[in-house]
């Protein structure tokens, strides 16, 4: 959804604009988290999203990691150190349900789908280190707003694999909103810390859109 169609929606401040966005392209809105997240999906496909999202996300240093030491706007220095605390934990569950749920679904296409999450990482990467001001901090802002669609998947995969949910500690979304508000003070900065988000929001639906087809082609095999 293009930043223009969302700010002549009537929203109010950059908060409300990346709010709107992230609902309206992030992880929630995606027709194979809503089929995994609806009824009781098949095992091999909520496995193969906690593998797929290990690859992406489960990485040291992170995204949060590397645009912390990246970004140098002081309105969100102290968030962006919560939320690299609270990631690192994310991180962590993510790497107890990939033992937890065994080797990777057997998957036609497994070498496409390998390059596909590389060239993902290799944009994240990029994001997460670029010079722009406010581009490192839209990346983390969308990737932390986009995380309860995610963690809302991975939270059933884990139910079913016998391990209990721990705690969110990510900043609440409230904290979020301000730091989102102080952040656009400027114009260029609004833009570039949209666009960083709109890219965010971009890799993850990707991977969506990789999960759903290796599902495909797993039914189809």
């Keep these: 959804m293009a ?3 969302v700010q002549t929606a009537g929203l109010g401040g950059a908060s409300g604009t990346l709010t709107a966005l992230v609902a309206a392209d992030g992880s929630a809105s995606h027709r194979f988290l809503a089929r995994l ?6 095992m091999r496909d909520l496995a193969d999203a906690v593998h797929q999202f290990c690859l992406l996300h489960a990485r040291h240093p992170d995204v949060i990691e590397q645009a912390l030491g990246h970004s140098d706007e002081g309105a969100t220095a102290a968030w962006m150190a919560e939320a ?8 962590a569950y993510i790497v107890r349900l990939v033992a937890a749920a065994g080797p990777l679904p057997s998957t036609p296409g497994q070498a496409q789908s390998e390059a596909a999450i590389a060239a993902q990482r290799h944009a994240l990467d990029m994001l997460a280190q670029s010079d722009r001001t406010g581009c490192a901090d839209g990346t983390v802002l969308a990737l932390v707003l986009d995380w309860p669609a995610i963690r809302a998947l991975l939270d059933i995969a884990g139910e079913r694999l016998g391990i209990d949910p721990p705690a969110s500690a990510l900043p609440p979304p409230f904290e979020t909103a301000t730091v989102i508000d102080a952040l656009a003070a400027t114009l260029p ?3 570039a810390m949209l666009f960083g988000a709109q890219q965010m929001l971009a890799q993850h ?11 495909s082609a797993r039914d189809a095999h």
């Excluded at 690299?84 to 991180?91: I, L, M, V």
């Excluded at 639906?205 to 599902?215: H, I």
Aim: charged share 30%.
């Design 3 to 5: 930043v223009e169609s």
């Design 37 to 42: 997240t609806t009824g009781i999906a098949p």
């Design 84 to 91: 690299a605390a609270g990631f690192a934990a994310e991180r």
């Design 189 to 191: 900065v609004e833009r």
């Design 205 to 215: 639906r990707g991977l969506w859109d990789v999960l759903e087809a290796r599902a």
